[in-house]
């Protein structure tokens, strides 16, 4: 067999296509194909429905044979494990797990397998309850047609145990798919997925910001949350305890109820390992996308302590740096110095961080020239509200676009979730986005809904975490900036 090595992270959802060759060029592995292989790597960043593309890889026979991970990493050992891929975690100790005080709890033996199996990956036996869980893997572009297979397996024998179980974006807007022109093959499949959840007990929020409709647990709860910028914003930001699971750990502990304790459920490994110095002033949401971005890069996996952030950043600000940071590299968890929860309860220790790094201005303009792959006279979709945009996101996006008229040929879309696209329309915000020619679109958004397939190829986003999908998994050129110079460009 042969043998692949880097110290590189591989994002499955864009650094490898789906016949298992490595196409992102920036990476060490590019060009060579992981089929059949043995692979070695510290563990996956990104995208949290890298599971399902994993298992899509071996069902296609595009898979490696055997994983080495350097860390337990959720996304990749769920891909292997219903990928039926053999695999080892270095840095756990790996356990026998008693299935019995499983079984006792009345969950079914085949998911009991697969909890033990984590457990045994992971290296924990202890299992707590999952009343919290947010579910990755809903777009049927990202699952495709091997993860509606495994959704109508489970979707037909259970149903969610768990008491709050939330959905990710779809891949279109449930209501006004036709309007966007989303092909009725792929909306038929789409509603599919959708239908399997709810029948299973999930609430259809189809977001990726719940914590802006009510549905997020309080501080230092444990919760079982997979999309990765939620992950990364629960953590640092209101203090939820959960790791960065997979689309695919989350349905099956929805489905059993419970979970693994391991990783960001324990305090001690909340702590910080690189203190990073921001040494310039930072203006709006697209120099926190940027600072995400670099961080992601900069930090590869360990838990960064922020320092130089001024003022408190407002919660659009730290909703970008965590989908950012968790898409360029695989931030779970950041702490900012008097401004993060943890940080500010002085409920971690200081004394592990074995890197300083600093970011500048320059750093921040590098990626910046990095993101911009488009012309701006090219732009033939504008999307904003990655994550999904906030009520007042909305608002000031219809600030902007007020009196004034997209130019022919240019799509506008701002993403968010049903509920504030609801509190938009009652404010008259989706009415002034519709009067100059755009739209509020619910339930999905530029990345995970098939943009490519809809004729789009160079697309505006003010998103730093969608400027890195965008190219390869959605095969866009990209224009990368605020959304105010994004619509002085686009209106006539
Ligand atoms: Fe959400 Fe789509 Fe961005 S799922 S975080 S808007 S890529």
């Known amino acids: 067999m042969e043998e692949l090595r880097t110290n590189q992270q591989i994002s499955w959802l864009d650094d490898v296509d789906d016949r298992g060759v490595v196409i992102n060029p920036d990476h060490e592995l590019y060009g060579k194909s992981l089929a059949g292989t043995a692979l070695h790597f510290p563990s996956a960043s990104g995208s949290t429905v890298g599971s399902d593309r994993i298992v899509n890889l071996a069902v296609h026979g595009f898979a490696p044979k055997r994983i080495v991970l350097e860390k337990s990493d959720p996304i990749t050992m769920w891909g292997a494990i219903l990928g039926k891929i053999d695999i080892e975690i270095r840095g756990t100790t790996q356990l026998a797990v008693d299935r019995g005080p499983l079984e006792k709890l009345g969950i079914d033996a085949e998911i009991v397998d697969y909890l033990v199996r984590a457990g045994e990956l992971l290296g924990t036996n202890e299992f707590i309850p999952a009343e919290d869980v947010q579910i990755a893997g809903v777009s049927y572009k990202t699952i495709t047609e091997t993860g509606l297979e495994l959704r109508r397996h489970f979707g037909s024998k259970y149903r969610f145990r768990s008491k709050n179980v939330t959905i990710n974006p779809a891949g279109m807007d449930m209501e006004d798919w036709q309007v966007h022109g989303v092909p009725e093959e792929f909306a038929k499949k789409q509603q599919e997925v959708i239908e399997i959840y709810v029948k299973m007990g999930a609430t259809p929020t189809i977001t990726c910001t719940p914590y802006l409709i009510g549905s997020m647990p309080p501080p230092f709860v444990d919760a079982f949350l997979s999309e990765s910028s939620v992950v990364a914003y629960a953590n640092s930001v209101l203090g939820v305890r959960t790791n960065r699971e997979s689309g695919l750990s989350t349905l099956l502990y929805a489905i059993a109820g419970y979970g693994p304790r391991y990783g960001l459920h324990l305090r001690e490994n909340r702590?910080?390992?690189?203190?990073?110095?921001?040494?310039?002033?930072?203006?709006?949401?697209?120099?926190?996308?940027?600072?995400?971005?670099?961080?992601?890069?900069?930090?590869?996996?360990?838990?960064?302590?922020?320092?130089?952030?001024?003022?408190?950043?407002?919660?659009?600000?730290?909703?970008?740096?965590?989908?950012?940071?968790?898409?360029?590299?695989?931030?779970?968890?950041?702490?900012?110095?008097?401004?993060?929860?943890?940080?500010?309860?002085?409920?971690?220790?200081?004394?592990?961080?074995?890197?300083?790094?600093?970011?500048?201005?320059?750093?921040?303009?590098?990626?910046?020239?990095?993101?911009?792959?488009?012309?701006?006279?090219?732009?033939?979709?504008?999307?904003?509200?990655?994550?999904?945009?906030?009520?007042?996101?909305?608002?000031?996006?219809?600030?902007?676009?007020?009196?004034?008229?997209?130019?022919?040929?240019?799509?506008?879309?701002?993403?968010?979730?049903?509920?504030?696209?609801?509190?938009?329309?009652?404010?008259?915000?989706?009415?002034?986005?519709?009067?100059?020619?755009?739209?509020?679109?619910?339930?999905?958004?530029?990345v995970v809904s098939p943009i490519e397939s809809m004729g789009h190829r160079t697309t505006a986003t003010n998103s730093g975490k969608a400027a890195k999908y965008l190219p390869r998994f959605c095969r866009q050129n990209v224009v990368f900036d605020s959304a105010e110079e994004i619509v002085r460009k686009i209106v006539a």
Do not use: Q
């Open 271 to 446: 702590n910080p390992r690189v203190e990073v110095d921001v040494s310039c002033e930072l203006k709006g949401t697209v120099d926190f996308s940027l600072l995400g971005y670099r961080l992601g890069e900069l930090v590869r996996g360990r838990i960064p302590y922020i320092t130089g952030i001024g003022s408190r950043p407002t919660l659009e600000e730290l909703k970008v740096l965590s989908a950012a940071g968790a898409a360029s590299g695989s931030i779970d968890l950041f702490h900012i110095e008097n401004i993060t929860p943890e940080a500010m309860g002085h409920l971690i220790e200081l004394d592990r961080i074995e890197e300083r790094i600093e970011i500048t201005r320059a750093s921040l303009d590098e990626v910046k020239g990095r993101l911009n792959t488009g012309k701006v006279e090219e732009i033939d979709l504008v999307t904003f509200g990655c994550p999904h945009a906030s009520l007042n996101e909305v608002k000031e996006i219809a600030a902007l676009l007020r009196g004034r008229k997209i130019r022919t040929g240019v799509k506008l879309w701002v993403c968010t979730s049903r509920a504030v696209k609801e509190m938009s329309a009652k404010l008259g915000y989706v009415d002034t986005v519709e009067a100059s020619g755009g739209h509020v679109v619910a339930d999905t958004c530029m």
